[in-house]
């Protein structure tokens, strides 16, 4: 009877060892599998990254040449990112000189290529505020409205603050207007009151 017992026992501890030892084996192999599946998803976020850098990198090398004049320390034609200001060309140029009328800039306009920043000096008149590689004496009276100032805006007729500041957000959020009609994109400006500017405005 003690040799049954014992016997008894022995397969008892027998089974519960061999339901420890696959207890063990499908641990690990989840954890296993949990590993690989964390290191796929490293991987694959890794690749992602390094997608978005070259895009990126592709995206911050594109340049473009803008040639700036007038009352800056070193007038020229410079190579610049696409993301640039207008303020970042000044600063290409060293800076503006003793004389510059800061006032006639509007440093916050993105630059496009093919561009030409004119820094008038103060009490200038006549000013080629911007923007073609000619320009005509018809043109020089007018406004050229990718480039103009508020105060230069507000000199159109049925402009008013609101509406110049409108035309200065829009074109530093969607960029240059690339033709009159694209002043009808901007809040506030309809068919009557484009019809009033067309004739007092540049545009490329």
Do not use: C
Not at 48 to 77: L, N, R, Y
Request: glycine share 6%; proline share 3%; hydrophobic share 40%.
């Amino acid at each position: 009877m003690w040799e049954a017992i014992k016997k008894y026992d022995k397969r008892w501890y027998i089974l519960l060892l061999a339901v420890f030892i696959v207890a063990v084996v499908i641990l690990f192999r989840n954890n296993e599998m949990i590993e690989k599946e964390q290191g796929s998803i490293l991987a694959s976020e890794q690749m992602m990254m390094e997608v978005s850098e070259k895009k990126e990198e592709k995206v911050q090398s594109k340049t473009i040449i803008v040639d700036i004049k007038g009352a800056v320390a070193q007038p020229g034609v410079y190579e610049i990112k696409d993301t640039a200001r207008v303020n970042d060309v000044v600063a290409m140029a060293g800076g503006f000189t003793k004389e510059a009328d800061q006032t006639k800039v509007n440093l916050a306009a993105k630059v496009h290529d093919e561009m030409m920043i004119y820094v008038p000096e103060r009490g200038e008149t006549n000013i080629p505020s911007i923007d073609s590689s000619v320009v005509s004496s018809n043109d020089s009276k007018k406004i050229y409205i990718n480039t103009a100032s508020e105060e230069e805006i507000l000199q159109l007729p049925g402009i008013g603050p609101t509406k110049a500041a409108a035309i200065i957000a829009y074109r530093e959020e969607h960029g240059p207007f690339q033709k009159a009609e694209d002043l009808l994109n901007v809040t506030g400006i309809g068919e009557k009151t484009l019809e009033k500017i067309k004739e007092h405005i540049v545009v490329p």
